[in-house]
């Protein structure tokens, strides 16, 4: 089974400074997807970013991008010139390849951003 | 982007109440889920369904009743609940095949006293 692991229960940045979430995933998969969540204080889960697993490149959307290490199995994010908007949960999570595949996720992160 | 729609917002029931929750998403979609989410806890799905067809069911307590009318709603209904199925309930929905987001809502915040 598929398994998504966060290891920092919290982090803390100062504003406009860089932070970096981790995460870390178990599959026997070969063609998957990798996400990252942000869920605010409203509690509604915003998509930050996606990967496609058999696309190199590491994604991009705007001060959000990821690390992809496939053969390691890690997917990181890389939040730039942290904003106090940015304060938040970050879940990481996993899909497979077939159209029914279920997102797993994981624990989440959750990010406070200091003024 | 709030497409998905949950009401109520917060729920407070007693253990021998029977209650509904609804969702509802204006974005066309054909996929429509249920996650709970517990604290210090990963997301739990509990059920999905595409195009109206109930497709997974994760050993979800029969005290849980999804129900699925039509492509934009989706309802859980609850009944005889435990004081351990407090939690925020949330809903989401996708347009089902490779690799899609899903669009969540803002969840039920539910206490079950």
């Known amino acids: 089974a598929q398994t998504v692991t966060q290891s920092q229960p919290e982090m803390s940045v100062q504003e406009a400074e860089t932070v970096t979430l981790s995460c870390t995933y178990d599959?026997?998969?070969?063609?998957?997807?990798l996400f990252w969540y942000k869920q605010p204080p409203s509690r509604q889960m915003i998509l930050v970013i996606r990967?496609?697993?058999?696309?190199?490149q590491n994604a991009t959307e705007n001060r959000f991008s990821v690390n992809f290490q496939k053969a390691a199995k890690s997917f990181s994010l890389k939040i730039s010139d942290s904003q106090l908007g940015d304060a938040a949960m970050y879940f990481c999570?996993?899909?497979?390849?077939?159209?029914?595949?279920?997102?797993?996720f994981g624990k989440g992160t959750k990010l406070s951003v200091k003024p | 982007e709030t497409g998905v729609t949950q009401t109520p917002r917060h729920l407070v029931m007693g253990m021998t109440n029977k209650k509904s929750l609804k969702c509802e998403q204006h974005?066309?979609?054909?996929?429509m889920y249920w996650y709970k989410q517990s604290a210090k806890k990963p997301l739990e799905l509990m059920f999905v369904?595409?195009?109206?067809?109930?497709?997974e069911n994760n050993s979800v307590p029969s005290r849980f009743s999804p129900e699925c009318p039509n492509s934009s709603h989706l309802f859980l209904h609850l009944h005889t609940l435990q004081p351990e199925d407090s939690a925020l309930y949330l809903c989401?929905?996708?347009?089902?095949?490779?690799?899609?987001?899903?669009?969540f809502g803002s969840g039920t915040q539910l206490s079950v006293l």
């Open positions: 990967q496609e697993a058999y696309k190199q």
């Open positions: 599959t026997s998969e070969s063609d998957y997807y």
């Open positions: 369904y595409s195009l109206e067809e109930r497709v």
């Open positions: 999570a996993y899909k497979g390849g077939g159209s029914q595949g279920n997102l797993i």
């Open positions: 989401a929905s996708s347009q089902e095949s490779r690799g899609e987001k899903l669009f």
């Open positions: 974005l066309g979609h054909n996929a």
